[in-house]
């Protein structure tokens, strides 16, 4: 009985962990230092059938190194494309953190707030833009605790928010 219990509560952690509601026990305590890898796969976060279509790092000008990495996956079985955002700074650390994507909603799908490890996933199906084919938007974000913003790298600087199209 004890170890079903026990089962049970590791489930219980992993399910509620992998939906960047709380952290894992080692690191609810403390905060994690800026190094620690994350956990969290984007594969395992968008599901079975999606692959990376593009990647990109969240950036800040004067600051070589990103903060997170943005995934752009795609699954041709359901011509949806999925967007998260996964930190690679601050991991652990409570941060404002966006994924966004846009390709057949009339509005950008977005997941933003002040996350742990990683935002969305995000998803929405292949929009038809005439001359340039089937395409979606998307976008990412990540202010540091210092109140420092960072963007994905090819962060469109009128609209920021960039387009991908299938090739």
């Given at each position: 009985m004890?170890?079903k219990f026990?089962l049970?509560a590791?489930?219980?952690?992993l399910?509620?962990a992998?939906?960047?509601?709380v952290a894992?026990a080692?690191?609810?305590?403390?905060a994690?230092?800026a190094?620690?890898?994350?956990?969290?796969?984007p594969?395992?976060?968008c599901?079975l059938g999606y692959?990376?279509a593009k990647?990109e790092?969240?950036?800040?000008f004067?600051?070589?190194?990103p903060?997170?990495?943005f995934?752009?996956m795609?699954?041709?079985?359901v011509?949806t494309f999925?967007?998260?955002?996964v930190?690679?700074?601050?991991?652990?650390?409570?941060?404002d953190t966006m994924?966004?994507v846009?390709?057949?909603?009339?509005n950008m799908?977005?997941?933003t707030?002040?996350?742990l490890?990683?935002?969305g996933?995000v998803?929405d199906?292949?929009g038809?833009?005439?001359s340039?084919g089937?395409c979606v938007?998307?976008g990412?974000?990540?202010?540091?605790?210092?109140?420092n913003?960072?963007y994905?790298e090819?962060?469109?600087?009128?609209?920021g928010?960039?387009?991908?199209?299938?090739?």
């Amino acid at each position: 009985m004890k170890r079903k219990f026990g089962l049970l509560a590791v489930f219980v952690s992993l399910t509620l962990a992998m939906a960047g509601l709380v952290a894992p026990a080692a690191q609810a305590a403390t905060a994690a230092p800026a190094a620690t890898v994350n956990p969290f796969d984007p594969h395992a976060l968008c599901g079975l059938g999606y692959g990376v279509a593009k990647q990109e790092g969240v950036v800040r000008f004067g600051d070589p190194v990103p903060v997170a990495k943005f995934y752009l996956m795609y699954n041709p079985f359901v011509d949806t494309f999925c967007g998260v955002t996964v930190k690679t700074r601050y991991v652990g650390i409570s941060t404002d953190t966006m994924a966004a994507v846009r390709g057949a909603s009339p509005n950008m799908v977005i997941n933003t707030g002040p996350r742990l490890y990683f935002a969305g996933p995000v998803f929405d199906r292949t929009g038809d833009y005439g001359s340039l084919g089937r395409c979606v938007q998307y976008g990412a974000s990540l202010t540091d605790p210092q109140g420092n913003a960072y963007y994905h790298e090819t962060a469109n600087p009128a609209i920021g928010w960039s387009l991908y199209c299938r090739p």
